[in-house]
């Protein structure tokens, strides 16, 4: 099994460019979680799926940050407009799911850093 | 809710030498506790949990952790740490119906020979 696969895995963009994150859960995960991972406020739950289906999206940080997940082997985290304060590592974690899918234990990515100059 | 603290942001230690790692749990229910484990540019990694029964847990390469209800503590120890568990550890929470993990805020191992 190949894990959860993210890319990129640098991105460097500019302020005001649209970025895109991509994640391939393992197969069989059912749920589908994004994390922001920095110095100053630790690591956040952005959003999670269940079966593709956003259930928790209270983390999103405001109307730039958007979540999909169009089926359950792809799903995109996307900032438009970025900005300097989104630079951070961005992870995705897959868990089979169900009502306690935590006690699987999530798999993580390896993440994706994102500056934002 | 559930909350997870983390009272030591780095710990220093020298190889060969016990080390404990602290957390400390909030909750109004039942919780399902983890340590997860981060090294060096890669995601983070289940390293143990507690469900139930047995308090002490323990994972495959040497480290353990024990479940103290009336403490509200689950401190991650190690009786001797090589250099190669320098990391970070993070503790995190749930409870028996929810889904997702409340992590902490991490503590930073750092082991020098």
């Known amino acids: 099994d190949a894990g959860v696969i993210q890319s990129p895995r640098h991105e460097v963009t500019e302020m005001g460019q649209e970025v895109t994150l991509r994640c391939k859960p393992i197969?069989?995960?059912?749920?589908l979680f994004w994390y922001r991972q920095t110095m100053m406020r630790g690591l956040e739950l952005l959003i999670y799926?269940?079966?593709?289906?956003?259930?928790?999206d209270s983390g999103m940080p405001e109307d730039r940050f958007s979540a999909k997940m169009p089926n359950a082997s792809f799903s995109t985290l996307k900032i438009q407009p970025s900005e300097p304060r989104d630079s951070a590592v961005y992870f995705c974690a897959s868990t089979p799911g169900g009502g306690e899918g935590a006690v699987y234990g999530y798999t993580f990515g390896s993440g994706t850093r994102l500056t934002v100059v | 809710a559930q909350s997870v603290t983390q009272l030591d942001s780095q710990v220093p230690v020298f190889e060969e030498a016990p080390v404990e790692l602290r957390c400390n749990y909030s909750s109004s229910v039942s919780v399902y506790l983890f340590w997860y484990v981060q090294y060096p540019n890669q995601g983070l990694q289940l390293l143990l949990k507690y469900l139930s029964g047995s308090t002490l847990v323990e994972s495959i390469n040497g480290f353990e952790a024990e479940f103290n209800k009336s403490q509200t503590s689950f401190h991650l120890r190690k009786p001797s740490v090589h250099i190669s568990d320098t990391a970070e550890y993070f503790c995190a929470v749930s409870a028996p119906g929810f889904q997702k993990l409340v992590f902490g805020t991490g503590t930073r191992l750092l082991v020098s020979p």
């Open positions: 799926f269940n079966n593709n289906v956003p259930i928790d």
């Open positions: 197969s069989g995960h059912n749920s």
